[in-house]
């Protein structure tokens, strides 16, 4: 049996094995990106390990000895495998994993009571959602696949227009007793419940009042927590479609008047321009552009 306490420095070896091939100290140490110096330095602790000399030095001039190429041949071949091995697995990992991100109002009350039916397709999958409302560093945070709501101009990625988006009232059919506004006019005795960059003034214009818009009471960062906010009876809210439709099929919310406000950003597909080669990314975008049909 092999003692593998007895293998040279595997830092030496890779960088004989550039000197080798370079023939120069310092084209192996730019492509490894160490010094000249630390090649030198790997390459005569080398040396001294296996008891002769690997390169014949004549002032700059290096020429690699019959020994050294023959070694040089074997840890290439080792190296190139162990390489090989290491994609391999990355390859493996990259199919039996999904980076999803999407905001936290949308993940929360539109795509986490679906992607159940998506995980039940791909039991062998692992998918990572996450919630951000910054547009998530691909390859840094390990993301595959995003979701998003704006204008749709994402530099660099693939992007593809999933849906637009409007704005209405909702309540609880328990706020203020059951006694739901029925008028525009009564909203101004309301408590209207407030998310940031979601102002009420445009849904009032295009219902024809000139109400001004809220300045009182708590105001949320997320549509989701003040969708969670009107559930609870804790006043009006102007809620996102998108984000409200569950509530309002379950009876958790009503809708208080007919008149729809489009949003002025959208839902956007996005993804690295190579991302659809991994199976389980192009499984994932078909099985949402279904889901967004139905």
């Given at each position: 049996m092999t003692d593998f306490r007895r293998l040279p420095n595997l830092a030496a070896l890779r960088a004989?094995?550039?000197?080798?091939?370079?023939?120069?100290?310092s084209h192996a140490a730019e492509e490894i990106h160490v010094t000249h110096g630390a090649i030198s330095h790997q390459v005569r602790a080398l040396e001294e390990d296996l008891g002769l000399a690997l390169f014949v030095r004549n002032g700059k001039k290096l020429t690699i000895t019959s020994e050294g190429s023959a070694f040089a041949d074997v840890i290439r071949q080792a190296l190139t495998e162990i390489a090989q091995a290491a994609d391999g697995l990355r390859q493996q990992q990259n199919h039996m994993r999904l980076g999803v991100t999407a905001l936290p109002s949308f993940a929360a009350r539109w795509l986490s009571p679906r992607i159940g039916q998506f995980i039940e397709q791909y039991p062998n999958l692992e998918v990572s959602l996450q919630s951000s409302n910054?547009?998530?560093?691909?390859?840094?945070?390990?993301?595959?696949?995003g979701i998003r709501f704006g204008a749709g101009q994402y530099p660099g990625l693939i992007t593809e227009h999933l849906l637009d988006d409007y704005y209405y009232p909702v309540a609880s059919p328990h706020y203020n007793g059951g006694h739901l506004p029925t008028t525009i006019h009564e909203l101004e005795h309301a408590h209207l419940l407030r998310c940031s960059g979601e102002p009420w003034v445009p849904w009032f214009r295009l219902a024809g009042s000139n109400f001004p818009e809220p300045t009182s009471g708590l105001v949320f960062q997320d549509s989701a927590m003040l969708a969670h906010a009107a559930v609870d009876g804790q006043g009006i809210a102007l809620?996102?479609?998108?984000?409200?439709?569950?509530?309002?099929?379950?009876?958790?919310?009503?809708?208080?008047?007919?008149?729809?406000?489009?949003?002025?950003?959208?839902?956007?597909?996005?993804?690295?321009?190579?991302?659809?080669?991994?199976?389980?990314?192009?499984?994932?975008?078909?099985?949402?552009?279904?889901?967004?049909?139905?």
């Open positions: 004989f094995e550039a000197a080798a091939r370079h023939q120069n100290f910054a547009l998530a560093n691909f390859q840094r945070d390990g993301v595959d696949i809620g996102r479609h998108s984000i409200v439709q569950s509530d309002i099929a379950s009876g958790a919310l009503i809708r208080l008047f007919d008149i729809n406000l489009a949003a002025s950003s959208s839902y956007y597909l996005v993804y690295p321009p190579h991302a659809l080669a991994k199976p389980q990314v192009a499984a994932f975008r078909h099985w949402l552009l279904q889901q967004i049909a139905q």
